[in-house]
């Protein structure tokens, strides 16, 4: 299987940024004066790698590098690293994490820059009959990270919008204003929601769930439920007749007394006349691009970024239902129709089989766990997997060669942030990636 070569987090063509941090973030020890800081650029070719200064980024300072090669604690052997002319190579390279620690001196002796870089090198490998590198396998996973950060953003989203509508209609009288500030537009019955809606689209309409008016069961209702005059209006005070008003198209869902404060009106809606339906549509994507040791200098070459195009519905369900539903923790939202592509990784991604469950924890606040899976291909190599997210415990996802994914190829535990991840494979290897060089 052939594709392109750039990687989120691997031995070939990494920078290493003197006077960055530690494995464990730390920031290196340097001295307070020191002010010059270099990369050191790692080029791998078959079993040698291939290690150099950029000596354009030691802004002319003279310098004597120190370099060492240790590995990550959890693996037993060393590396021997060996200087050749302006360069220094490790042949052969070894499967596992690894790591360089740099220390760069002047003349004199004074410290100058420190720093260190970690690897992940592996042989290729064969997964589901086709041989992947390490590099193409990290980069699937990175793609993963991308489609739970979206699942969440989506279910959060949903979540947020489904939650602001029941405070304003269901727990009391109607809350215009704060019905009002749930979306930017209107138009015949649509409403449209987000602070970013070039990106993450949120839409929801209303149904009438009996008749009333001039509306029958299943009619979306196409007036605003936000505005006032929709149920009340020619609202007027006179000191001989009163109040007085006329009746709007909405009035039909009104349940109980309408009562007033001067000329403002204050009732509420019968929770069961009318149902809620509600759908996200997402574009999110991640920029991509491919490093190349060219001399003594990195090219960074833009390429086309992973989308990931998220969908999360909700059917239509009484507004008594919703609420109902949310508290016993059984509301839920679909996701199939999502869809991901990677272009550099030549991957694309089919959702089916989703549920995100909506439900309020012991304290009151909004939660969701839910699960989906995935037909996955890259060229002629298919693979499958599900994904378990989740607002309160870990999110994973297992990776499998078949359909029922019984031939299972390990699991991948994200972090919290879902910036990096651990991938534990069957036979127990465990190999870090993420969407940032760690």
Known sequence: MSRSSAHLSVLASLPLVLGACAWDNTPA????????QARLLVDES???????????????????????????????DSITLRKVADHWIVTPVPDGPWQIDATLRDRSGKVRATGTKAFMHASPFTLCGH??????????????????????????????????ILAAMVLGSVDFDRLSNLHLTF???????????????TRFAFVAAQAFGTYVAGDTVRENIAEISSFVKNVDVSLTDGVTW?????????????DFDGRTPS?????????????????????RSQDRVVGDSVVITPLPPDSLRFRVSLMPA??????????????????????????????????????????????????????????????????????????TSEQSTLFACD???????????????????????ASGLVIPYGLVEF
């Open 187 to 201: 138009s015949n019955g649509v409403y449209r929601y987000g602070t970013d809606p070039e990106r993450i689209d």
């Open 318 to 391: 009484t507004l008594r239902s919703v609420q109902s539903s949310l508290d016993s923790g059984t509301l839920s939202f679909g996701i199939d129709g999502t869809t991901f592509t990677s272009h550099v990784e030549g991957v694309t991604h089919l959702f089916h089989h989703s549920l995100v469950r909506l439900y309020n924890d012991s304290a009151g606040a909004a939660q969701f766990v839910g699960s989906y899976q995935v037909n996955a291909s890259a060229g002629d190599f298919k693979y499958y997997h599900r994904g378990v997210i989740s607002s």
């Open 267 to 287: 009732f509420s809606i019968d929770p069961g006349r009318v149902s809620l339906t509600l759908a996200t549509q997402a574009l999110i994507t991640r920029s």
């Open 46 to 76: 078959s079993d040698t790698a291939v290690i150099r200064l950029d000596s354009a980024a030691l802004g002319g300072v003279d310098v004597q590098a120190e370099l060492s090669v240790a590995t990550h604690p959890w693996w037993p």
């Open 403 to 425: 359909e029922a994914l019984h031939d299972t190829l390990g699991i991948a535990h994200h972090a919290k942030d879902l910036t990096h991840g651990e991938f534990v494979t």
């Open 131 to 164: 041989e992947l590198t390490l590099g193409e396998w990290v980069g699937l996973l990175g793609g993963n990270l991308v489609i739970v950060a979206g699942v969440d953003e989506g279910a959060r989203r949903g979540k947020d919008v489904v939650k602001e």
């Open 29 to 36: 020890a340097t001295n307070p004066a020191a002010q010059v």
């Open 246 to 258: 006329d009746r709007g198209s909405l009035f039909g869902l009104v349940r109980g007394s309408v």
